[in-house]
C-alpha cells in the first residue's frame, strides 16, 4: 500500500510522520526504540478503513529528541491540533500509550483511545531486571510464540539503526523514557474517549494488573486480554488489527 511522508515542525523540533488510506482519522502512536514503519503490517491493515496517521515519536525514526519530558508531550499536543480533526481515534502501543492517554486527557476532539500493553503505570523494578526482561525474554517470547525469523530480525535491526542514529543523544533519551516508564498517569478523570485496553496475558513488561487499572480509571473502558505478549501487535498484526477495527465499529467510529 502507498503512503504519504510528511513533516510537522515546532521549534527546533521536527516530527516525520506517515499517511495511509482514506476515510475517519486514526493516529497510530508507536513503542520505544523503534520508529512507525516498523508496524507497516498493522498500519496497512488499519488503512483499509481509515486515514492512519502515523508519526515517529520524538527521539525515534527522522523526529528530533526534546530536552524534557514535558516538552516531549508538548510537541504531540501541537502535533494533534495541527492535524486538525474534530473527531479523532488513538491507538498507542507502549511508550505510545501513555503518550496517547496524555493527548486524550487534553484534547476533547479524541473520541476513542485505543491502549496496547501501555505504559503510564510505574512499574516497581530495577533498571537492570526491565532491560533484562526488554531485551532478553521478551526476545526470546517473540520468536518462541510467533516463530517469524523474519519479523524478529526486522524489529532487530530498527532496533539497531535507531540506536546507532541516536547515539550521542542516548543518555537524554533514557532519561525521558525512564521518566515516563516510573511516573503514574494521574489524569485519568480528564479522559472522557470510549477506550479499549488490549492486553498480552504474557506480557514480560507490564503485568496484568496494569491492565486493570488502566480498566478502573477510565470510566467508559473495555478491557480485553489477548494470547500474546508484549509485542503481540507487531507480529500478529492481522488479530490486533481486527480486534481494533471490530470494536471502533462497535462504538460507531
Not at 25 to 52: C, D, M, Q, R, W
Not at 97 to 104: D, F, N, T
Not at 149 to 167: C, E, K, P, T
Request: glycine letters at 6%; a positive charge.
Amino acid at each position: 500500500m502507498k503512503y504519504t511522508k510528511k513533516y510537522f515542525k515546532s521549534g527546533n523540533n521536527k516530527l516525520r510522520y506517515f499517511e495511509f488510506g482514506v476515510g475517519k482519522p486514526v493516529l497510530f502512536l508507536h513503542g520505544g526504540g523503534i520508529s512507525a514503519l516498523t508496524y507497516k503490517n498493522i498500519l496497512e491493515l488499519l488503512a483499509e478503513k481509515y486515514l492512519v496517521i502515523a508519526p515517529d515519536l520524538p527521539c525515534f525514526g527522522e523526529s528530533t529528541c526534546p530536552e524534557s519530558t514535558d516538552e516531549y508531550f508538548a510537541i504531540m499536543d501541537k502535533f494533534t491540533k495541527h492535524l486538525g480533526f474534530e473527531k479523532l481515534a488513538v491507538i498507542g502501543h507502549s511508550i505510545g500509550g501513555v503518550v496517547a492517554l496524555h493527548l486524550a486527557a487534553g484534547n476533547s476532539n479524541i473520541r476513542r483511545l485505543v491502549l496496547v500493553d501501555a505504559v503510564g503505570i510505574a512499574q516497581d523494578v530495577s533498571g537492570a531486571k526491565f532491560l533484562n526482561e526488554l531485551l532478553l525474554k521478551k526476545t526470546l517470547h517473540d520468536f518462541v510464540l510467533y516463530k517469524n525469523f523474519r519479523a524478529l530480525l526486522m524489529v532487530g535491526r530498527d532496533v539497531a539503526r535507531n540506536s546507532i542514529n541516536r547515539i550521542f543523544q542516548w543518555r537524554k533519551i533514557i532519561a525521558i523514557m525512564q521518566d515516563l516508564l516510573t511516573r503514574d498517569f494521574i489524569d485519568f478523570d480528564k479522559i472522557d474517549a470510549r477506550t479499549l485496553i488490549l492486553w498480552g496475558r504474557q506480557d514480560e513488561l507490564f503485568p496484568k494488573n496494569s491492565a486493570e487499572i488502566f480498566h478502573e480509571k477510565i470510566k467508559r473502558s473495555k478491557l480485553k486480554f489477548e494470547t500474546s505478549n508484549h509485542d503481540g501487535c507487531l507480529f500478529n498484526p492481522k488479530k490486533f488489527s481486527s480486534d481494533i477495527i471490530d470494536w471502533l465499529e462497535l462504538n460507531h467510529y
